[in-house]
């Protein structure tokens, strides 16, 4: 009887377990845990819900065709692939390029086809190393890379730089696809009053068929029995003899690893941890808003201003402006600007009968001007006077040659 009554609840669970697989895409842990209560027999089917629920390092993880094809969504990434992806991503996205040399000695006609076909607004023609007009000398095709002359070529050294879409995803024999790199353009020169060699051992190593050479301004050709040789393993130029007095140029791009803690990421985006310095004017499109904020070098006691200046003022929690005691073009004043809009201007006057200008324009009005006259006797007029206040200016009258004016207003 017992037996019947376990198959009974076995057939029962199996049933369960089968609805289970098949309506939902994943097993929560709570309902894992309900399986396997004391007492309760898992079933085959359980055990393979289980399995099916958790990752398995081999079966489940993705490789670089499935980050390509991009459709999958059941696999995990683990950071050594992430990390060749994006080192790939050129090739990935279809957008790697490569730079391309050809050479046409002692060239007559009036076309050359370029393999592979050149990306748009990259190519460059020289004729006996004089750069030619695109337009007015020649056309290019870039879809089918057909390059036309305007007028028939008889004779002349005919050389093409340009850049290609890079199609390989491997480092092939004789190939140097820039594939797991970020290509930088660099330049060096030589002047001609130290130069004097027929070696250059470049900073960078270079990327194949990028160097271009001037001498005096003038192209020179690269290749055996011509100008200059390059072994781009060791980014080092020989030229085919030695050269002196002449001003040399080198134009290349070199291979520069691309990682995650790259300078120029870390220039770009701001994080919450990584020291960093940001520069130039920023607009916001939002409000901004933060706890404080610290000006290098500066102390507890500064207060920042919404122009980047620091209050040193000793009640700088409340400073909403100021001017310090500095001469002005009138003599010595300053103002004092508080947080909840009222404002104190004080000036020292050196006329006594004339128009003043306020060391700061009231945004509103004033409210009350008081003048004062310097002396240590009575004076013969008798009287200080103001009038003619506008938020600019103010004409007083005192009782000597000098004397104070101090207001408030808002």
Known sequence: MNQIIGIYFR???????????????????NDFHN????????????????????????????????????????????????????????????????PYKEFQDNFSGSSIQLDPAPIADSAKVYKNGQ????????????????????????????????????TSDSEEAGSNPILGSLSIPFKENFDELTFNNDKITLTEIPVKDSIRIYKNGQLLREGAGKDYAVDYNNGVITFSAIISDRNIEVDYWYKSTVTLSDLELNTKYVDLTTAQTIGGNKTFTETVE???????????????????????????????GHAGFGILAFGNGG????????????????????????????????????????????????????????????????????????????
Request: charged content about 15%; some cysteine.
């Open 11 to 29: 057939s029962i669970k199996t049933f369960k377990s089968k609805e289970i697989k098949l309506n939902k895409m994943a097993t929560s842990r």
């Open 35 to 98: 399986k396997f209560n004391n007492g309760d027999i898992p079933s085959h089917l359980d055990f393979v819900e289980i399995f099916d629920n958790f990752v398995h390092r081999d079966d489940d993880k993705a490789d670089l065709q499935m980050v390509e094809t991009g459709a999958d969504n059941q696999h995990y990434i683990t950071p050594a692939l992430l990390k060749a992806a994006f080192q790939n991503a050129g090739i990935i996205a279809g957008n790697c390029y490569v």
């Open 131 to 166: 750069l030619l007009k695109e337009i007015e000398d020649y056309n290019v095709n870039y879809d089918s890379g057909v390059l036309t002359f305007s007028a028939p070529i008889n004779g002349r050294n005919i050389e093409i730089n340009y850049w290609s879409k890079n």
């Open 290 to 320: 933060g706890k404080n904020f610290i000006k290098t070098g500066g102390t507890s006691s500064q207060f920042l201003m919404a122009d980047g200046s620091v209050s040193t003022s000793p009640g700088s929690d409340y400073d909403a």
């Open 335 to 410: 103002y004092q600007k508080f947080s909840n809009g009222l404002i104190l201007q004080w000036a020292y006057l050196t006329n006594n009968s004339t128009t003043y200008t306020f060391p700061l324009t009231w945004p509103n009005r004033a409210l009350s001007v008081v003048l004062s006259t310097v002396r240590n006797s009575s004076g013969s007029k008798g009287f200080n006077h103001v009038y003619s206040i506008t938020s600019t200016s103010y004409f007083a009258v005192i009782d000597g040659t000098y004397g104070y004016m101090f207001a408030i207003g808002y």
